[in-house]
T-cell receptor, first 114, second 115 residues
Framework: AQSVTQLGSHVSVSEGALVLLRCNYS??????LFWYVQYPNQGLQLLLK??????LVKGINGFEAEFKKSETSFHLTKPSAHMSDAAEYFCAVSGSGSARQLTFGSGTQLTVLP | DVKVTQSSRYLVKRTGEKVFLECVQDMDHENMFWYRQDPGLGLRLIYFSYDVKMKEKGDIPEGYSVSREKKERFSLILESASTNQTSMYLC??????????????FGPGTRLTVT
């Protein structure tokens, strides 16, 4: 079975500061890992994904994440926060079921302070 | 551009009503999913389908059923709506195992209120 833990349901950063959103996972199979972003009253949009190969993956809007197998982590970072980054962020891991369905974390609400 | 559409953005229903939520995708994806999203609980999988007329229960199927008569359309049915089914409902689709990297594409969501 898969599970995802996102540390911190709410994170606040100042504009221009580093963004770090934490995600730890457990998986019974080699994981595919994802970060999604959700703006108010919208669906989820894929930010980035790790499948195989390079462990540092770059996504849209300047975000990146590093897959660390030994730590079972896939933390999301951005060097400099922008006001438009304020949103809810979800980490997800793929399972081994018939549709390789995803298991999502409970989400982290990012607030960017002026 | 990939697209998943949901029939309603906002819906208000009364307790005991039968409710249909429709989802359509134009990406020729085999897999389709229904989630509900509640504050602090993230997304929870209700049902999914990996082929036409094929369906499997997710983590919280009680009180729900689904229908998939055509590849592009996946419907969620609340047989008798209850107030604890007030939630945001999200539909998603993905390529099948072995033909993609399993990322899911989401619709805009339906915010259902049951009074």
């Amino acid at each position: 079975a898969q599970s995802v833990t996102q540390l911190g349901s709410h994170v606040s950063v100042s504009e221009g500061a580093l963004v770090l959103l934490r995600c730890n996972y457990s998986s019974s199979v080699p994981p595919y890992l994802f970060w999604y972003v959700q703006y108010p009253n919208q669906g989820l949009q894929l930010l980035l994904k790790y499948t195989t190969g390079a462990t540092l993956v770059k996504g849209i809007n300047g975000f990146e994440a590093e897959f660390k197998k030994s730590e079972t982590s896939f933390h999301l970072t951005k060097p400099s926060a922008h006001m438009s980054d304020a949103a809810e962020y979800f980490c997800a891991v793929s399972g081994s079921g018939s549709a390789r369905q995803l298991t999502f974390g409970s989400g982290t609400q990012l607030t960017v302070l002026p | 551009d990939v697209k998943v559409t949901q029939s309603s953005r906002y819906l208000v229903k009364r307790t005991g009503e039968k409710v249909f939520l429709e989802c359509v995708q134009d990406m020729d994806h085999e897999n389709m999913f229904w989630y509900r999203q509640d504050p602090g609980l993230g997304l929870r999988l209700i049902y999914f389908s990996y082929d036409v007329k094929m369906k499997e229960k997710g983590d919280i199927p009680e009180g729900y059923s689904v229908s998939r008569e055509k590849k592009e359309r996946f419907s969620l049915i609340l047989e008798s709506a209850s107030t604890n089914q007030t939630s945001m409902y999200l539909c998603a689709s993905s390529s099948p195992a072995g033909r993609g990297t399993y990322e899911q594409y989401f619709g805009p969501g339906t915010r259902l209120t049951v009074t």
